[in-house]
């Protein structure tokens, strides 16, 4: 017996991030869109106790113990239904590694669904958003994908529409970037000046529900991009060789380090993924389509 989930990778369309909380975290505008990279969770029984095996691309990054977020939404949901968490999870991995992608938080999620399907714990949709919101800030859409709106820490959503299909092209970087540095480097980069509320924009909500890339391309935003390219400063030559090569608009995805080219169609798509590739000023590069479907049992 077996259960596989894919679950999707996500670009943040608009990241505005407020002052830091008492507690750490931050208020956030969190405008998610899931795109077409996928990780693949498969989870089986196992008689050696909870174990985690990955594959893929920079798998070696991957902690396979109980810090890995697939081995602790196991273990949250078998706590919560009174089990043991005796499984075999294995995550082949697509998306890119402390990539702003949200990878980890996609196999959290996939972990999660593949657990409760595979135990038939009959729990509603509010009891997983529940646990993927207490594993992180972007557990909860790696779930749900499509496009939404996320604020508080980026946690509690708001399903918002698209009206077609958007086209982007990602450049993958040479080494990854640690989000909660990022975060730092944003309140360092944000010491002595005011940091307001943040809220999303009505534009950029606007142009996703009409499906119109150009309109979209005029209103992404990144606050977290300027800490980012601190920390990382030969991103600024991938973005640039983006836009030079005819991207709609060009935004660190996330915390970084992977760069979003935003582009008109799958042939702009093309040409973009080209000159990147040769650019030398990244490692790889995919392209992808959004939205996509949030996790989704596809074998059991």
Not at 64 to 89: C, E, F, K, P, Q
Not at 153 to 175: D, I, K, N, Q, Y
Not at 219 to 236: G, I, K, M, R
Request: net charge negative.
């Amino acid at each position: 017996m077996s259960v596989t989930v894919r679950v999707p990778a996500k670009v943040n369309v608009q990241l505005a991030v407020g002052a830091a909380r008492p507690d750490g975290f931050h208020d956030l505008a969190n405008v998610f869109l899931a795109v077409g990279l996928y990780d693949e969770v498969t989870v089986a029984p196992s008689a050696d106790g909870l174990r985690i095996t990955c594959e893929g691309p920079d798998a070696g990054q991957v902690p396979l113990d109980r810090t890995n977020l697939a081995a602790r939404a196991a273990l949250l949901l078998a706590d919560r239904y009174g089990r043991s968490a005796d499984v075999h999870i294995h995550i082949a991995k697509d998306i890119p590694v402390a990539g702003g992608m949200a990878g980890g938080s996609a196999d959290g999620a996939g972990a999660l669904l593949a657990c409760d399907t595979l135990w038939g714990t009959g729990a509603s949709r509010e009891e997983l958003l529940d646990i993927c919101a207490e594993l992180g800030s972007d557990v909860p859409f790696s779930l749900v994908g499509g496009a939404a709106l996320g604020t508080g820490r980026g946690e509690r959503l708001t399903p918002l529409e698209t009206g077609g299909t958007f086209h982007w092209v990602f450049a993958m970087a040479s080494r990854g970037l640690s989000t909660p540095a990022v975060f730092r480097e944003f309140d360092r980069l944000a010491e002595g000046r005011h940091v307001p509320e943040p809220v999303a924009s009505q534009e950029l909500i606007a142009a996703l529900a009409k499906g119109d890339a150009d309109a979209l391309a005029a209103t992404v935003t990144n606050d977290l991009q300027p800490a980012a390219l601190s920390l990382f400063p030969e991103l600024a030559g991938t973005l640039a060789a983006g836009r030079e090569a005819g991207a709609l608009a060009a935004l660190v995805s996330g915390s970084g380090p992977t760069t979003a080219f935003l582009v008109r169609d799958p042939e702009s798509a093309a040409a973009v993924q080209r000159a990147l590739a040769a650019s030398g000023t990244c490692r790889s590069v995919r392209t992808a389509s959004g939205p996509a479907p949030g996790a989704t049992v596809t074998g059991r």
